[in-house]
């Protein structure tokens, strides 16, 4: 079943599943796109002249021109200071990746990674928004400050240069949207920036540079990491588990899932949120919430399928419920079943500490999901329901929810 005019068979195309109302279109701030260079701007633009809705977003594309200009001149500046940094950089080849939908979770847990900082290294807003000149600006990082809001869009959680970030945002903007969150940029095109989250079904030549891309990642973190080990979270890194494996076959993994009514209704808030900051083009109601459908269906069928790849020991599998209920128990857990070792000395504190500091923060609180809504999650996500463990209501109705 997909999503014609906003609507379902047999309803009224006048009355959509859902109506976006996408916040910060006309914003500079929070955008996905704002550390390219001008040979990856150049690209964009030419190849998406026509695409680019000028009317709505020419001020967004001059920022960005901008933005890439000053990049540009610094990326020069970090050659020939830093160039050499990465050359012989120690890299431990067992890193951790936190696979998991978006609004699965997958935040909390890499901030729950973080806190451990005599093991873990992860990718930051600055590392993954500018990589391209991560050395040069890394010591006056927090002027940066002034690009993003103080929390993000969607969810309230502290914003800034040094939290942790998703490494797939670096890629999207080197590459250039060689990646599924190009889907953002361009959300009429999303069908075609499916294929980058599994990254299988793609041109040689366009894997190799994603690869690439990564690579110079994991160099650059490595510098900073002195020998511990890297943690990553990015959803789309959740469909790419045989990708992740060629490269690091040590690798370990989390996977975190949470009831699909939930992710749906926060999937929802998160495009009207987020996915205004960062687009140079319009698309229909019916567009965008069939990208959020689709996109949940490919990055766990990839899952499901790829997750025996995995030796054993080294795949833990969570609830949001659980994490939330427990973040403690859930993390030594973790610890445990990957045999990490250090928990009470080096996790443990920092974890406690935590808890404490977060008790009184407030999850967005959701309408449930209408009858209609809840209809085409039971369609399309029925089977994920099923492999999770998670109840399907079946009876005509609402679907009453309370938090995001």
């Known amino acids: 079943m997909t999503i014609r005019d906003g609507a379902l068979p047999g309803q009224d195309a006048t009355e959509p599943i859902y109506k976006f109302h996408l916040r910060g279109q006309y914003s500079t701030k929070n955008n996905h796109l704002v550390g390219m260079r001008l040979a990856q701007w150049w690209k964009v633009v030419v190849g998406h002249w026509r695409d680019i809705d000028w009317r709505h977003y020419w001020f967004r594309v001059l920022f960005l021109f901008i933005m890439a200009c000053v990049n540009t001149v610094l990326t020069g500046l970090e050659y020939v200071f830093h160039g050499h940094r990465t050359s012989d950089v120690v890299i431990n080849k067992r890193p951790v990746f936190l696979l998991g939908h978006n609004r699965s979770g997958t935040t909390l847990l890499h901030n729950l990674f973080s806190l451990n900082t005599d093991q873990f290294r992860v990718p930051t807003t600055f590392s993954v928004g500018f990589s391209a000149i991560y050395f040069l600006l890394y010591p006056i990082r927090r002027v940066m400050n002034s690009i993003v809001d103080p929390s993000r869009p969607m969810d309230n959680l502290p914003l800034s240069m040094d939290v942790p970030q998703e490494d797939e945002l670096a890629y999207n903007q080197s590459t250039p949207l060689l990646s599924p969150y190009a889907n953002n940029i361009f959300p009429r095109e999303a069908d075609h920036y499916h294929k980058y989250f599994r990254m299988i079904d793609v041109p040689a030549e366009e894997r190799a540079r994603y ?194």
Not at 231 to 244: D, G, I, Q
Not at 311 to 335: C, H, W
Not at 370 to 392: C, E, H, L, P, S
């Open 211 to 404: 690869m690439e891309l990564f690579r110079a990642m994991v160099k650059q973190l490595s510098v900073h990491a002195e020998g511990r080990r890297l943690c990553f979270k990015s959803p789309p890194h959740t469909a790419k588990v045989k990708l992740l494996l060629e490269e690091f076959p040590d690798a370990q993994f989390v996977f975190i899932h949470r009831n699909p009514y939930r992710v749906f209704r926060s999937m929802l808030h998160l495009a009207d949120n987020l996915w205004g900051h960062s687009t140079l083009q319009t698309a229909s109601d019916a567009r965008l919430l069939e990208t959020i459908l689709t996109m949940y269906e490919v990055v766990h069928d990839a899952y499901l399928e790829d997750r025996k790849l995995i030796p054993k020991g080294n795949l833990v599998e969570i609830s949001f419920d659980e994490l939330q209920r427990d973040k403690i128990a859930t993390m030594r857990r973790i610890y445990e079943s990957l045999k990490i070792g250090g928990f009470e000395k080096s996790a443990l504190p920092a974890l406690e500490a935590h808890v404490k500091e977060i008790k009184n923060y407030k999850k967005n609180a959701f309408v449930g999901l209408t009858d209609a809504q809840r209809r085409i999650v039971n369609t399309r996500w029925a089977r994920f329901f099923t492999a999770f463990g998670y109840k399907m209501q079946t009876e005509a109705g609402d679907v009453h929810i309370s938090m995001a």
